[in-house]
């Protein structure tokens, strides 16, 4: 392990996550669709690659109420916390804030419209998009597809 890695090992340790990946740039994940096809469910490519969607109420995140931590299904980046989940009656997992620096987004016209689409910044899979009907203190929803994340309870 060269010097600077061990460095940023060593804070990451000291900092805590949500710290430290304010320091340093996510190293981007790149894999061939082979390698994310064995890497991921067929529903969770559909998504996450395809940038698909999942039907409304069939993520088991939904009733999900624990503290914890929200990481994407592809690269086990943490996105969200416990803390910024709420219930937005849509049928997905839903969030009025994010940890920064850890989702990018773009604009989608698949639905005529544009809608802001979001991605993680590690692996860039789709998770869903976001809109400007949250509650405060953000005013936005961020609305996920289940299948796009892993839960991680705090121990």
Same mark, same amino acid.
């Given at each position: 392990?060269?010097?600077?890695? !061990?460095?940023?090992?060593?804070?990451?340790?000291?900092?805590?996550?949500?710290?430290?990946? &304010?320091? !340093?740039?996510?190293? &981007?994940?790149?894999? *061939?669709?082979?390698?994310?096809?064995?890497?991921?469910?067929?529903?969770?490519?559909?998504?996450?690659?395809?940038?698909?969607?999942?039907?409304?109420?069939?993520?088991?995140?939904? #009733?999900?109420?624990? #503290?914890?931590?929200?990481?994407?299904?592809?690269?086990?980046?943490?996105?969200?916390?416990?803390?910024?989940?709420?219930? *937005?009656?849509?049928?997905?997992?839903?969030?009025?804030?994010?940890?920064?620096?850890? %989702?990018?987004?773009?604009?989608?016209?698949? %639905?005529?419209?544009?809608?802001?689409?979001?991605?993680?910044?590690?692996?860039?899979?789709?998770?869903?998009?976001?809109?400007?009907?949250?509650?405060?203190?953000?005013?936005?929803?961020?609305?996920?597809?289940?299948?796009?994340?892993?839960?991680?309870?705090?121990?």
């Amino acid at each position: 392990m060269n010097r600077r890695k !061990w460095i940023q090992q060593l804070s990451l340790g000291l900092i805590g996550l949500a710290g430290a990946t &304010k320091l !340093w740039a996510l190293e &981007k994940l790149e894999l *061939s669709k082979d390698q994310w096809r064995q890497r991921l469910t067929p529903s969770q490519y559909r998504i996450l690659r395809d940038e698909g969607t999942e039907p409304a109420g069939s993520s088991a995140l939904n #009733d999900e109420h624990r #503290d914890g931590h929200y990481h994407c299904a592809g690269c086990d980046l943490a996105l969200f916390s416990s803390a910024m989940k709420y219930e *937005s009656g849509t049928g997905w997992p839903s969030f009025f804030d994010y940890i920064e620096g850890h %989702l990018e987004t773009k604009t989608d016209f698949k %639905l005529i419209w544009p809608r802001t689409e979001y991605h993680c910044a590690r692996c860039g899979g789709h998770q869903g998009h976001v809109f400007n009907d949250g509650p405060e203190p953000t005013g936005q929803r961020w609305c996920n597809n289940g299948l796009a994340l892993v839960f991680e309870p705090s121990a």
